[in-house]
C-alpha cells in the first residue's frame, strides 16, 4: 500500500529546517578571496574618513580673507608659493597673500581655509613669481572636504552576518583590513539519482535523460555561499545508492539528493532514510512544485531530499536547503526576500496547496509586473532559466488574473532575515 504523507504548511517546515542551523566556526580570509563570505565580525570605523581635511577638487588652496572685495574690476593678487598633490603634505604654512597649488585628494596645507577650483583663477608670472588672479569673493571653508565628513570614527559600519559585496569590501579596504574574519562555508555533496540520468557529455539514447538537477543545484550552492561537491550520478538500486549515501554523509557537512523521495517503486530515498536512523523533519509540504521534498537529520548532519523534477527541486533547493546553508555561515539575510508586483498575465490554474510560479520581474507599461514564464509544471526545466522570481500563490485560491497584486520571493534579490508566508495579503483585484 501507497504510503500516506500529511501535508505540512511551507513556512512550518521552512522552521523546523533551520531549528537544526548552528552556525559553523569562524576563519580568516585574505581580502581578495573574502567576495560573497559572511562576516563573522562587525567592522567598526577605527578613523575618520577621510583622516584629514582635504581638497576635492584640483585648485588653490588660499585664504578666504585675502578675496573679500574682489571682483572683475577690483581682482586680488595672490603668490604661488608651493604645489602639491595627492599624498604630498605642503612644507610651507600659507601666509596672507599667498597660494598653494593644490590637486584632488591632497591635504589642505596649514593655514587654509578655502580652496578656489582651477578653472575660476587666471595664472601669469609677474617678475618671474607666479601667481594666481581672483575676480570674487570665496567664503570661509569653500570645497574642502572635512575629516570625519563620510564617517566618524568609532561608527558601526557593517555588522556581523552580513555578506560581503563590492560596497562592503571598499570599507574592509579603507580600514586596513588586509585579512577578515568570515564563518567557514559548508561543504555540500550532490548526489543525482535516477537509473535514466546521463552526464552531459554523454549523446541522448532511448529512454534517458541528462543529468541536469547535479549542476542546477551546483550553481545554486555557489549561489548560497556554499562548497558544492559533485558525487555524481546514482542507478536506482538500493543497495548501491544507501552505500553512497552513507559514505558520502563521511565526506560532507550537509548531502543533497535529487530524485527517488516520492512513492514510486525506485524510491529509494525514504528507506535510506529509514535504515540509516535518520529522523525525517518532514516528507510532504503543502506546496507546488515540490510537495515530495523531504528534509532528514542524522548526527547533526541534515539531508535535503530534492525532487527529481527539475522545478521542483530548484523550489525545494531555494526554500529550504538556501536559508539553511546561509544560517550556517551565520548569515542574517538568509531567505528570499518579499515584494510584491501586478501579475502580467492571467494564472487560471486553481491553487489547492501554496503554489512557487517561476516568474520574471521587469519592468512593463511604466510599473513592476510578474511574469509568470514558461509551463508551469513541476518537470518542467527551461522556464528556470527566465526566472528571476517565484510567485506566491496562496493554498485554497483559485485562479488568478493579469493586473492581480501577487507577492513574489526574488531570486537575486538581497535577502531577508525573516519569512512568512502564512498571511499574504496577495489577493486578487477583481476587475
Ligand atoms: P524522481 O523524483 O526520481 O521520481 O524523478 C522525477 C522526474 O525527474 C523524472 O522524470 C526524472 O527522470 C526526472 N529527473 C530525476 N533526476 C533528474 C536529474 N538529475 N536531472 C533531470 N531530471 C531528473
Ligand atoms: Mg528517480
Request: aromatic share 6%; charged share 25%; glycine share 10%.
Amino acid at each position: 500500500m501507497v504510503e500516506r504523507r500529511k501535508p505540512i504548511p511551507v513556512t512550518e517546515a521552512v522552521n523546523r529546517v533551520m531549528t537544526h542551523a548552528k552556525p559553523k566556526e569562524s576563519e580568516w580570509v585574505t581580502l581578495e578571496a573574502c567576495d560573497g563570505r559572511v562576516l563573522a565580525q562587525e567592522i567598526k570605523a577605527d578613523h575618520d574618513v577621510p583622516p584629514f581635511d582635504r581638497s576635492p577638487y584640483d585648485g588653490f588652496a588660499i585664504k578666504s580673507a585675502d578675496t573679500w572685495g574682489g571682483s572683475k574690476d577690483t581682482p586680488i593678487t595672490l603668490d604661488i608659493i608651493e604645489a602639491i598633490g595627492a599624498g604630498d603634505v605642503a612644507l610651507q604654512k600659507l601666509a596672507s597673500g599667498q597660494a598653494i597649488r593644490i590637486m584632488t585628494g591632497a591635504q589642505l596645507p596649514l593655514g587654509a581655509d578655502a580652496i578656489i577650483m582651477l578653472e575660476l583663477v587666471k595664472e601669469q608670472l609677474t617678475n618671474g613669481t607666479p601667481q594666481i588672479v581672483i575676480k570674487r569673493e570665496v567664503t570661509l571653508g569653500d570645497n574642502i572636504s572635512r575629516q570625519g565628513e563620510d564617517t566618524k570614527k568609532g561608527t558601526v559600519l557593517i555588522e556581523k552576518g552580513d555578506a560581503i559585496t563590492p560596497g562592503v569590501k571598499a570599507i574592509l579596504a579603507t580600514f586596513g583590513y588586509a585579512k577578515v574574519e568570515v564563518v567557514k562555508q559548508p561543504r555540500v555533496g550532490v548526489l543525482a539519482t535516477g537509473s535514466e540520468l546521463l552526464d552531459p557529455d554523454q549523446a541522448l539514447v532511448p529512454g534517458k535523460i541528462r543529468n541536469s538537477n547535479a549542476y542546477m543545484v551546483m550553481s545554486q550552492l555557489k549561489k548560497a555561499g556554499a562548497i558544492p561537491i559533485n558525487l555524481g550520478k546514482l542507478a536506482d538500486n538500493l543497495e548501491l545508492s544507501f552505500k553512497a549515501v552513507k559514505e558520502a554523509l563521511d565526506e560532507v557537512d550537509v548531502l543533497i539528493t535529487t530524485g527517488g523521495v516520492s512513492v514510486g517503486d525506485f524510491d529509494f530515498l525514504p528507506v535510506i532514510y529509514e535504515r540509516l536512523g535518520a529522523t525525517v523533519l518532514f516528507n510532504k509540504i503543502a506546496m507546488r512544485p515540490g510537495s515530495v521534498t523531504t528534509v532528514a537529520s542524522l548526527g547533526g548532519k541534515i539531508l535535503f531530499g530534492l525532487s527529481g523534477n527539475p522545478s521542483a527541486c530548484f523550489v525545494g533547493f531555494e526554500l529550504y536547503a538556501a536559508p539553511y546553508l546561509q544560517a550556517l555561515q551565520g548569515k542574517t539575510k538568509k531567505y528570499m526576500q518579499r515584494t510584491k508586483a501586478r501579475l502580467a498575465a492571467d494564472f487560471p490554474k486553481p491553487n489547492p496547496f501554496t503554489r512557487f510560479v517561476r516568474s520574471r520581474v521587469e519592468f512593463e507599461d511604466g510599473m513592476v509586473k510578474a511574469r509568470p514564464v514558461g509551463l508551469d509544471k513541476s518537470n518542467v526545466v527551461t522556464s528556470l532559466a527566465w526566472a528571476n522570481a517565484l510567485t506566491v500563490l496562496p493554498g485554497g485560491t483559485r485562479g488568478y488574473r493579469e493586473g492581480d497584486l501577487v507577492d513574489l520571493l526574488m531570486l537575486d534579490g538581497e535577502g531577508s532575515g525573516e519569512f512568512d508566508l502564512e498571511n499574504l495579503s496577495n489577493r486578487r483585484v477583481q476587475k
